[in-house]
């Protein structure tokens, strides 16, 4: 407690001015690799993964400081302007949250880049650190001008880091990632610009405040803007028939870049979860949860899609794509309801799907690479049957020896093959929601919120409804199809036999894979407080008053006083 106290005393100490280091560091960082010759890669190695673990720990500093007892929106004036007229970046439960995913992952990709990929093509690492500040600022930042302007930076590192190694593959792949993501950005603007054209404003607390009084004639306007804008929120999030640029992009990046891109669709999330419920809330009149039953269709559709795409995925990085897009497709759904504990299922489902799905894409490349040497996916003339079975899946009498006529059962499976196996299964037990990982704690939570929408022994009978019933059915099944699939892809790259000789694993490609898995596993352990931090941010999101009411009365710090030069007396 004694080093606890002492973080906290510092904390507050550095703040406000903290909040703004997720964004500066990596901006600054990036600056100065910029200035260093593509030679010097060992030192642009060494600032990217010393920026990453230094964003980490400013991360875990602000979710402890945010969820202190009492905890309040922390606002920075970054132009010492008041609300709406400047730059205002906020820290509360959730943006916190985000900080430290986006900081964990990203720490878990460079580290694993380090051992080959960095050096595939030019300004990787520069890209790198881009990336992170605009995701960052995203989560940070309070007003839409500024989330676009945060979005653009993260987008325009992201062309970068997918064209990274080069290849056919990728410049097509790149070419439509590029055409989709310019299109959202020209309805982000439109949606924004029709937004400020109505109510005069794009900070987001005023827009939460100035919405409820928008006259009758212009609420079809008002709609029609956060449509347009919603769109552009829509295919960032993948959601089905926009996500069609997802699964070709993201497998064709390198295995480092589509880890990193696991969480760009949350970006996505996060705005319609900070937006819709800011701006069509209970609190919005006329005009409270517009939307929603086109969040609950589009996300059951796309968990759907998702996991169909699973099972008919013959390539494991497609496989890893479609895992992303049904994890968007089930917060899009539950989100669409508007329930504070189902939103607080979602939020503790969040991270774990996006940290599996980002282990998964790098142990796509593992895999692949000792399976194909070196090929992204498994040819389909390949043999993969089990030659010493027979018809009846019965073992034949004397085939089931190796080269030297040795017995084959009981011999010692290779440690990396063994590690490579145990991440893939934990990887399927979290994104299908197995128990008894992270990922069927959430889905857990997300059923019983359904079923029970006021709380174990309070809801009195009531019935989830059509929609409700659906949900249910989709996230049980969905996850049925996603076993089948990663079962199968289990059995194809682990069970057959080939004549392949033991991956060689570097520690820089196995530590980060651990990791994001311990993390799944510590959520798991660490279910009761970690829910418990979900509900208070899914409650913060459901009343945002104390969020509105913090923007809008920050004040900016006093100016420096003129001295006054003391009267001089006659003589």
């Known amino acids: 407690m004694t080093a606890l106290n002492a973080l906290t005393a510092l904390t507050e100490a550095l703040l406000p001015h903290l909040l703004l280091v997720p964004i500066l560091l990596p901006l600054l960082a990036a600056a100065l690799m910029l200035l260093l010759r593509e030679e010097r890669q060992r030192l642009k190695l060494a600032l990217n993964l010393g920026a990453c673990l230094l964003g980490l720990l400013v991360s875990i500093t602000l979710l402890l400081w945010a969820d202190r007892p009492g ?41 694993f880049a380090a051992a080959r990929w960095h050096r595939a093509g030019v300004h990787f690492h520069p890209l790198f650190q881009l990336q992170v500040m605009g995701l960052c600022g995203a989560f940070l930042t ?77 609420r079809g306007l008002l709609h029609a803007a956060a449509g347009i804008l919603a769109t552009a929120f829509l295919i960032k999030a993948a959601i089905w028939p926009l996500n069609f640029w997802l699964v070709p992009a993201y497998s064709a990046a390198t295995a480092p870049v589509g880890a990193l891109f696991a969480i760009m669709t949350k970006v996505g999330i996060y705005a319609i979860l900070r937006l819709w419920m800011l701006l069509f809330g209970k609190d919005a009149g006329e005009s409270a949860q517009f939307g929603s039953l086109w969040l609950m269709g589009g996300g059951m559709v796309t968990m759907a899609f998702g996991a169909l795409g699973m099972l008919g995925a013959q390539r494991l990085g497609h496989l890893a794509g479609f895992a992303a897009i049904l994890s968007s497709g089930t917060l899009l759904a539950a989100a669409g309801f508007g329930q504070p504990m189902l939103t607080a299922g979602l939020l503790y489902y969040l991270p774990s799907s996006t940290l599996a799905v980002c282990a998964l894409f790098l142990l796509t490349d593992l895999i692949d690479r000792w399976r194909n040497d070196g090929a992204n996916f498994a040819p389909y003339e390949e043999k993969d049957d089990a030659p010493f079975l027979n018809a009846q899946l019965v073992p034949s009498e004397g085939l089931n020896l190796d080269a030297d006529e040795e017995i084959l059962t009981g011999q010692v499976i290779p440690a990396a093959v063994a590690f490579l196996g145990l991440a893939f299964m934990v990887c399927t037990l979290v994104i299908t929601g197995l128990p008894p990982l992270s990922g069927f704690v959430g889905k857990f939570a997300m059923l019983t919120a359904l079923l029970n929408p006021l709380g174990l022994g ?11 019933w659906m949900l249910m059915a989709l996230l049980i099944g969905t996850g049925l199809l996603g076993l089948v699939a990663l079962t199968r892809a289990g059995i194809r790259h682990f069970w057959t036999t080939h004549d392949r000789p033991a991956p060689q694993l570097r520690v820089l490609e196995g530590l980060p894979i651990a990791a994001l898995l311990l993390a799944c596993a510590a959520l798991t352990v660490q279910a009761g407080p970690a829910m418990r931090y979900a509900q208070s941010m899914a409650d913060a999101l459901h009343a945002p008053r104390a969020y509105v009411g913090a923007v809008m009365s920050a004040e900016p710090l006093a100016g420096p006083q003129t001295p006054v030069s003391p009267s001089r007396e006659s003589p």
Not at 195 to 217: K, R, W
């Open 458 to 468: 309070a809801s009195g009978g009531l019935q989830p409804g059509p929609a409700g």
């Open 142 to 218: 309070a007003d839409l001008f500024n989330l676009f302007v945060f979005f653009e930076i993260m987008l325009a590192a992201s062309y970068g880091l997918l064209l990274h190694g080069s290849g056919r593959a990728r410049v097509q792949a790149g070419l439509h990632f590029i055409a989709i993501n310019l299109a959202a950005s020209s309805l982000f603007l439109i949606g924004a610009s029709m937004l400020y054209g109505i109510t005069g404003t794009l900070n987001m607390a005023d827009l939460a405040q100035s919405i409820p009084q928008i006259a009758e004639v212009d």
């Open 71 to 111: 905890a309040t929106p922390d606002v920075y004036l970054a132009g010492n302007w008041p609300a709406p007229y400047g730059i205002v970046l906020v820290l509360d439960r959730l943006s916190a949250m985000m900080l430290l995913l986006t900081s964990t992952v990203a720490l878990a990709t460079a580290l």
